[in-house]
């Protein structure tokens, strides 16, 4: 038979199909995610759990006049095969191909680009406002998950969203998870809910039998009277109204006609935001991802390596991390672990189950985060805040205002610093270095190995400052890891290799592409010196000058954008100091968003991998004059 699927080149195809072929794209939808991103890796679980949703959606609504906006976009595969992207979905999150998020440039079924979480109702009120003023009439959808409407930005939204009255419908796509079971008092009113929905349910079975006796319809009716209070005491229905918002629900998430009907009425609502709340299964008709919705929220690609050429299992940055952290806790009390929504990626599951009272989740809350750890630490407490460098970008203000300036003592582990690989422009953790090193009174530091990872964590556990530690994504390369943990001296860089021709200024995962680099180089006669600069705040100017003095060619190399980073600071220290007869290049990554592929694709494109640094060691070691790049560089970063 032939697929539906395939006569799919737009949502208007989807409104043309008849009822009972709407089950049959929702299965064949399915089978394409499932064999995809298990292929190529990617959100499996969240795209599953919102088909129904998605198909409703586009029965009733028509983009891309109608504005359908999914908050993150990790759930929008269903979306993106209903638009016209059906050809080109063997490419998801590879090299030069399907964005895993929503993305304005991909389509104009994406009318917001995502990848962080909790900013489509913001969106959604914007193009209402937009909608209005330019007198037009289209329906605006932003889709939220439970997880997503917990973080303090779509509080405010909604806060917002009800003060302003607009006509704009937010769908609560619940499913009780975030990555790991979604946190918070506002959690627990949506898990009433579930259990609601699952009694609503069931009583409806025990109406058709109560009903055919006298004494039945009676029991029945009592029954109802205690439904009703109990619903009243359980629905958040007035919580929503008191917002402002027209409430439909519960509706079943995975019923097309059920969905439908909920949308089409919500539709007519004209003069105020509504929110329909729909209950999904995450992992939806798949039943690994059912039972297990953690693991299936992100998978690896098929065949993804997590071994040494030994085939023994290499642990990655955060297993060390997890494993370090949990050990600095046993050993003082006052260490404690805040996280937001991310205990998962941390792998601090088993310090979660051994030590509940250590480990604070606090939801999709980064500025809170952070600011939370900070009243730990005035009062005497060793927080480790646990969030990736992309998503601490939206705490900015709160390293700044409620860490720096008081100086509290609050340790920031960014895992993921650097090049991230298939989740592309919204997740690569390349400005942290700049964002954090600009910030006073902050160490900012950077391990070269999982074994420093270690010893930078006990050494932040013990100077009492306020310290980023931000390493990368994925594993190293399996060194064996000191048993004893130590003190590394703040501001102290490490000489790891003497040299004569050209000096290596390389930070974090960089320092062993850097020696990789070197080894290459030795082959064709040419000597590198390396500097393992663990620290880009306060930098080890010392030590920059005494390897200036006999070394006149100097290359940086870092994981993090040009501007503000490792290679600005040299430059920088060289300019300011007057050290004029030094010739610098800046391996880092240039003024422009970094796309999805591999990690290993995307190094070599910023020449950040060992053949890359060593290409760039040998044209600058054979090359006796400024290159335009320095020109370049030292114009636009400090003003000729
Ligand atoms: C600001 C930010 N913090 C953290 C994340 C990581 N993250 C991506 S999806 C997700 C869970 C979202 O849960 P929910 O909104 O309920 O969607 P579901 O996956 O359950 O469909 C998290 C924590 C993110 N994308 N953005
Ligand atoms: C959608 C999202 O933001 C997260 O799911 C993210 O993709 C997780 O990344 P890791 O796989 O690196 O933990
Ligand atoms: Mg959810």
Redesign the pocket.
């Known amino acids: 038979m032939s697929k539906i699927l395939d006569k799919i080149n737009s949502p208007i195809d989807v409104k043309s199909l008849c009822g009972a072929d709407l089950d049959r794209l929702a299965a064949e939808l399915r089978e394409e995610i499932i064999t995809r991103v298990t292929a190529n890796g990617g959100?499996l679980?969240?795209s599953l759990?919102?088909i129904e949703l998605t198909i409703a959606l586009h029965r009733v609504f028509t983009t891309p006049t109608d504005k359908i906006i999914w908050?993150?976009g990790?759930?929008s595969y269903a979306h993106k095969l209903l638009t016209g992207r059906r050809e080109q979905f063997a490419t998801l999150r590879q090299y030069n191909g399907m964005s895993g998020f929503t993305c304005r440039d991909e389509s104009s079924h994406d009318p917001f680009t995502a990848?962080?979480?909790?900013t489509s109702i913001s969106a959604a009120i914007g193009m209402a406002v937009a909608r209005d003023s330019q007198k037009q009439n289209h329906n605006i959808i932003a889709v939220?998950?439970?997880?997503?409407?917990t973080?303090g930005m779509a509080m405010e939204a909604l806060n917002h969203a009800g003060h302003l009255g607009k006509r704009l419908i937010v769908i609560l796509?619940?499913?009780?998870?975030?990555?790991s079971p979604?946190v918070g008092a506002v959690a627990k009113i949506f898990s009433r809910v579930r259990f609601d929905r699952r009694y609503y349910k069931v009583s409806e079975k025990s109406r058709h039998i109560l009903k055919r006796t006298k004494q039945g319809s009676r029991l029945w009716d009592f029954g109802q009277r205690i439904k009703g209070s109990l619903k009243r005491m359980v629905m958040p229905t007035t919580l929503w109204e008191e917002f402002g918002f027209a409430y439909t629900g519960p509706i079943d998430g995975h019923d097309i006609e059920e969905i439908v009907a909920a949308l089409e009425q919500t539709k007519n609502y004209s003069h105020k935001p509504s929110l329909i709340h729909i209950m999904?299964t995450?992992g939806k008709g798949y039943a690994p991802a059912e039972s297990d919705?953690v693991h299936f929220?992100?998978i690896s690609p098929k065949g993804s390596p997590k071994k040494n050429g030994h085939g023994q299992h290499l642990p990655s940055y955060s297993e060390v991390f997890a494993a370090t952290v949990e050990k600095l806790a046993g050993d003082n009390p006052k260490v404690m672990v805040v996280t937001?929504?991310?205990p998962d990626?941390y792998c601090l599951g088993q310090m979660q189950k051994n030590m509940p009272q250590r480990v604070y989740d606090v939801g999709?809350c980064?500025q809170h985060a952070v600011t939370f750890a900070a009243g730990m630490a005035a009062e005497g407490l060793i927080p480790i805040v646990a969030?990736?460098s992309?998503?601490l970008q939206?705490a900015f203000d709160q390293i700044i205002h409620d860490v720096a300036l008081p100086k509290l003592p609050v340790i920031f582990a960014l895992d993921r610093g650097g090049i991230v690989g298939e989740d592309g422009k919204?997740?690569q953790g390349i400005f942290d270095l700049s964002y954090t090193s600009l910030i006073p009174d902050l160490i900012v530091a950077a391990p070269a190995d999982e074994n420093e990872l270690q010893h930078m964590l006990y050494t932040a556990t013990q100077c009492g400052q306020p310290m980023v530690i931000r390493y990368p994504r994925g594993t190293g390369t399996g060194l064996n890891l000191d048993r004893e943990l130590k003190m590394i001296p703040i501001g102290k860089a490490q000489l790891i290799r003497e040299g004569s021709d050209v000096l290596f200024v390389a930070t974090g995962a960089s320092v062993n592409a850097a020696i990789e680099a070197a080894g290459m180089l030795e082959e064709q006669g040419h000597y590198a010196a390396i500097i393992n600069m663990r620290f880009i705040n306060p930098l080890d100017t010392d030590l920059l000058r005494e390897m200036t003095r006999s070394i006149k060619k100097v290359i940086t190399i870092e994981e993090n954008v040009l501007s503000g980073g490792l290679g600005s600071r040299v430059a920088l220290f060289l300019e300011i100091t007057g050290i004029k007869d030094v010739d610098l290049r800046c391996l880092a990554i240039p003024d422009e968003f970094v796309k999805h592929g591999t990690q290993s694709q995307l190094r070599a494109d910023y020449h950040l991998d060992a053949r890359g640094i060593y290409q760039e060691a040998v044209s600058f070691i054979n090359q006796s004059y400024q290159t335009d790049q320095e020109n370049n560089l030292i114009s636009n970063h400090i003003g000729s």
């Open positions: 959100h679980a969240s759990g919102v908050d993150v990790h759930q990848g962080h979480a909790s939220i998950g439970d997880g997503a409407i973080g796509n619940d499913n009780g998870m975030s990555i979604t999904t995450k919705a929220h992100g937001a929504a991310m990626g999709i980064e969030i990736y992309t998503f939206r919204t997740h």
